[in-house]
């Protein structure tokens, strides 16, 4: 079956870096626009960032643009998030997400505190 599976939750200081991972499988990963989200207890899910089906194509929202960087590795069913220069609003669980599919993974905490 569809399966999405993030990897990468941590604790870290403002300034710090993160990388997050998420695993797919289950359909043809190379074909699809993938996506991550972000959600904060108590607001809805916001979009951080997308990447078209060969990688060329990006887009960020504006509280994260020059500082994340999506990216996707299609001969490993992999898609990444690399996040510099956190922020403490930074913090929320992270979802990786196949639109098109419709699948969602179950979260990664991020937590930027000092």
């Known amino acids: 079956q569809v399966q999405l599976v993030e990897s990468g939750r941590g604790l870290v200081q403002p300034g710090g870096s993160l990388r997050l991972s998420c695993v797919a499988s289950?359909?043809?990963?190379?074909?699809?626009?993938m996506m991550w989200y972000r959600q904060v207890p108590g607001k809805e899910r916001e979009l951080v960032a997308t990447?078209?089906?060969?990688?060329?194509?990006?887009n960020y929202a504006d509280s994260v643009k020059g500082r994340f960087t999506i990216s996707r590795d299609n001969a490993k069913n992999m898609l990444y998030l690399q996040m510099n220069s956190l922020k403490s609003e930074d913090t929320a669980v992270y979802y990786c997400?196949?639109?098109?599919?419709?699948?969602w993974g179950q979260g990664t905490q991020v937590t930027v505190s000092s």
């Open positions: 997400h196949a639109p098109s599919v419709g699948s």
């Open positions: 289950g359909f043809a990963f190379n074909l699809f626009v």
């Open positions: 990447i078209s089906t060969g990688g060329g194509s990006t």
